[in-house]
């Protein structure tokens, strides 16, 4: 497919740390996009390798490539950093140990162009480096949702996964979200916010990003309490929900309920005390924070969904161990 310049200038931001192997064919893949009206940020985030030196040659071979050297700040830090000196109309996130196809961006931008959306989400394939099969974690399918359905989607994560980085967004609707410094799971919090100021979100199924399973990544890692993040954030979300989005507050609360009986199995299975303790008084006291779900949203789950959520309510520990006794939810 011929080269297209572009009218839009899109930014790409990249937070580079302890990534030498990988990154190379990441920023290959960007780089080479057939979408060339690009800017290229790579935010070294104060990585103790030869990443530094290598985002600096990149930047001599394009010059569409930016460089910011900084002091290691984590993940968000660094994506708050890039989001600060971006100038372009459209943004996009990539993790730099994974890689985009050719065309990522040409589709996205077109996708948005023609339905006229906000928000443009292409297919994700999960790849590993061993002989594992990969396989899509997106959803089969495309669809063109509004503000309403792509709320939805991303609390039940059907047509709309959590991560920022198989999207394309309009700069002006996202450019004052941050990203959470310091925090695990930083696209749950960061996410909804996003979906909120769309007015309309285009989906594809067609594959776009490649995203690489490796043990040195964050979500390679095993458990640990740093996971509980997720649960703080989606404590933010039913919170933020209630007041913008009142008709799905009942989503956020089943989901809330079964994320914390969720980290309350992987805490029984992987921690010992006292992180096994500090684990479920936190976990405790964020089913204490959520009302019971009721009205319909909660009369569409089954029978034993709304055993597990009020078990959940009454006797938290005792819903985890059973559920991972009978091999549930894991």
């Not at 994506?79 to 600060?84: F, P, Q, S, T, V």
């Not at 569409?300 to 985890?320: D, E, G, H, P, T």
């Amino acid at each position: 497919m011929e080269d297209l310049i572009g009218d839009d200038l899109i930014s790409i931001i990249i937070p580079v740390y302890k990534v030498e192997k990988y990154f190379d064919k990441c920023i290959e893949s960007v780089v080479n996009q057939s979408y060339r009206n690009l800017e290229i940020i790579l935010v070294d985030d104060g990585s103790p390798d030869n990443c530094p030196a290598m985002c600096d040659a990149w930047a001599q071979k394009d010059s569409r490539i930016k460089v910011i050297h900084k002091a290691n700040g984590g993940l968000s830090d660094a994506r708050n950093a890039g989001m600060a000196v971006a100038t372009g109309e459209l943004m996009g996130f990539v993790d730099s140990d994974d890689w985009i196809d050719l065309d990522m961006y040409r589709q996205l931008h077109e996708l948005m162009t023609a339905d006229g959306s906000d928000i443009a989400a292409c297919g994700v394939e999960m790849v590993w480096e061993d002989e594992t099969p990969s396989r899509q974690l997106t959803k089969s399918g495309c669809c063109v949702l509004n503000q309403e359905e792509a709320m939805r989607a991303i609390i039940e994560e059907s047509w709309l996964k959590q991560p920022v980085w198989y999207k394309l967004y309009k700069t002006a609707y996202i450019h004052d979200i941050l990203f959470p410094v310091d925090k695990y799971h930083e696209d749950v919090f960061w996410s909804y916010q996003a979906v909120a100021k769309a007015n309309k979100v285009s989906v594809t199924d067609k594959v776009g990003y490649y995203y690489v399973q490796h043990s040195g990544s964050i979500m390679g890692e095993s458990y640990s309490l740093k996971r509980l993040d997720a649960v703080e954030a989606k404590k933010n979300r039913m919170v933020f929900i209630r007041e913008h989005f009142p008709g799905m507050e009942t989503l956020t609360q089943i989901d809330l309920l079964f994320s914390c009986m969720y980290h309350g199995q992987m805490a029984i299975k992987y921690l010992e005390n006292p992180e096994r303790k500090r684990t479920f008084t936190f976990l405790k006291d964020a089913v204490l924070y959520c009302p019971m779900p009721h009205g319909d949203e909660y009369k569409k789950k089954s029978i034993k969904q709304r055993f597990w959520m009020r078990l959940a309510k009454r006797n938290l520990v005792l819903a985890c161990w059973i559920r991972g006794g009978l091999g549930i939810g894991l």
